[in-house]
């Protein structure tokens, strides 16, 4: 496609669920960052990858969240035993490279907690 | 850690009036970035700037970075309907981006 597709676009759970978010960047583009969305604030860093790897970890708010990148291309974000406090809009973006600071971002996906 | 701040949180304007948004960085930032999102949508990258002291346009709108690298502003013209959204200024000294918190603009008809 053109631009960052995120699956799903909502999500509802209940609380101690696990959640799989999916993040499909642009064709060609190396660098794919996650963040998080509360209302009424900006995007909140959780984890940055240059391929394949995890090159900046350092946002995740704990060990219940892990994201995954194998083949360098489309990403997972996991959460697991979801708390309501992880009610947000997840977005991905990805930019040509980690120089090219331009992001662009997907719809996001809207996690509801229940 | 780096801290991006944002003034005014909400900017009311009415339609032809100007108005001026701030963001303000803890640190020296080696370049901010300024996105717009709309309601219901996500953030879009309007521009970048990286000298010390530089001003860009694009049609009614002009981003400013400060001398010293820890602020800059965005001002908009003749406001429209079309400019209602959040605006975001986020700071970068390498690959991460921390963003502000947004001002939020409604505009009057």
């Known amino acids: 496609g053109a631009g960052v597709s995120q699956t799903p676009s909502n999500k509802v759970t209940e609380k101690g669920k696990y959640v799989e978010l999916r993040c499909d960047p642009i064709?060609?583009?190396?660098?794919l960052y996650w963040y998080r969305q509360s209302l009424g604030q900006g995007p909140e860093f959780l984890i940055y990858f240059q391929g394949t790897g995890a090159a900046d970890d350092s946002g995740l708010p704990n060990d219940r969240f892990f994201a995954v990148r194998p083949e360098g291309s489309v990403s997972t974000l996991k959460i697991q035993r979801t708390e309501r406090g992880d009610s947000a809009v997840y977005l991905c973006?990805?930019?040509?490279?980690?120089?090219?600071?331009?992001?662009?971002f997907g719809e996001g996906s809207r996690l509801t907690v229940l | 850690g780096q801290q991006v701040m944002q003034i005014p949180q909400y900017q009311h304007v009415q339609e032809g009036e100007d108005f001026t948004t701030y963001c303000n960085s803890s640190?020296?930032?080696?370049?901010i970035q300024w996105y717009k999102q709309r309601p219901g949508g996500h953030p879009v990258f309007l521009i970048q700037?990286?000298?010390?002291?530089e001003v860009k346009k694009q049609k009614r709108l002009t981003f400013q970075f400060g001398e010293a690298k820890k602020n800059s502003s965005l001002h908009i013209t003749a406001t429209q309907t079309t400019d209602v959204g959040t605006y975001f200024c986020a700071g970068s000294n390498d690959y991460k981006l921390s963003f502000g918190a947004g001002t939020t603009v409604t505009v009057r008809a």
């Open positions: 064709s060609g583009h190396t660098a």
């Open positions: 973006a990805s930019s040509r490279s980690a120089r090219s600071k331009e992001l662009f």
């Open positions: 640190t020296t930032l080696s370049n």
């Open positions: 700037l990286v000298k010390s002291g």
